[in-house]
């Protein structure tokens, strides 16, 4: 199993670009979620999703949407980027949530110039 | 106030040397997770726990639910365990995980 991978891996945009982070897991997992961490911080829930055609916000969703049309797909769109948006986004998922573990994939750099 | 206070912020050690990390949360919790982040970026899971202790290899979790407080502890400890120790609590209003800020362990040789 390859778990769950993501990309690209890096990514420089220019301020108003837009672009997809991609995540797919291969575990059949339920829940996915998407968050970014940036330094010194915590990492902060964007989206999450509990299935298949459903989506919610998370802590810090201004300036991103997300899709989950399949089980193992959950990409991240962001429209417009803008330099608040340079961070490290990791995706993750797991079976259930509480008392289930989340799985997290290798991360994206993302830097917004 | 943050809602899961990890301490220290950051930790050198010589090799060998027995760890402690504290993680206190204000949160109610079913479970609290200990993850590690190694330099390169990616993060796993250490351990996952919601009473008394669990122990894998060199490292060893406990929890105490009364007290909101947990701690890692890492026996002879090496420089490959240099790395951001991340606690994590299931709360808020959405029962998401919410995370501490990490602690950086370095181990000198």
């Known amino acids: 199993n390859a778990g769950v991978t993501q990309t690209p891996k890096f990514r420089i945009l220019k301020i108003g670009q837009s672009m997809t982070l991609q995540c797919t897991q291969d575990?059949?997992?339920?829940?996915m979620y998407w968050y970014r961490q940036d330094p010194g911080m915590g990492l902060k829930l964007i989206y999450y999703s509990v299935g298949a055609g459903i989506t919610d916000k998370g802590e810090v969703p201004n300036g991103y949407n997300v899709s989950r049309s399949t089980t193992e797909d959950f990409p991240l769109r962001l429209e417009l980027a803008a330099p608040s948006q340079t961070s490290v986004y990791f995706c993750a998922s797991s079976y259930s949530k509480d008392g289930y573990e989340q799985y997290f994939g290798p991360g994206t750099r993302l830097t917004v110039t | 106030k943050n809602e899961v206070e990890q301490s220290p912020q950051n930790l050198t050690a010589q090799e060998g040397e027995f760890i402690t990390i504290n993680c206190s949360y204000s949160?109610?919790?079913?479970?609290l997770h200990w993850l590690q982040q190694h330099p390169g970026g990616g993060i796993v899971s250490l351990f996952m726990l919601s009473s008394g202790k669990k122990k894998h290899g060199r490292l060893i979790a406990t929890i105490n639910i009364q007290e909101k407080h947990s701690s890692l502890h890492i026996t002879a400890s090496h420089p490959r365990d240099s790395a951001v120790y991340i606690c994590?609590?299931?709360?808020?209003?959405?029962?998401?995980?919410?995370f501490g800020k990490g602690t950086k362990l370095s181990v000198k040789p």
């Open positions: 994590a609590v299931y709360g808020g209003s959405q029962g998401n995980l919410i």
């Open positions: 575990m059949n997992h339920n829940y």
């Open positions: 949160v109610g919790i079913s479970a």
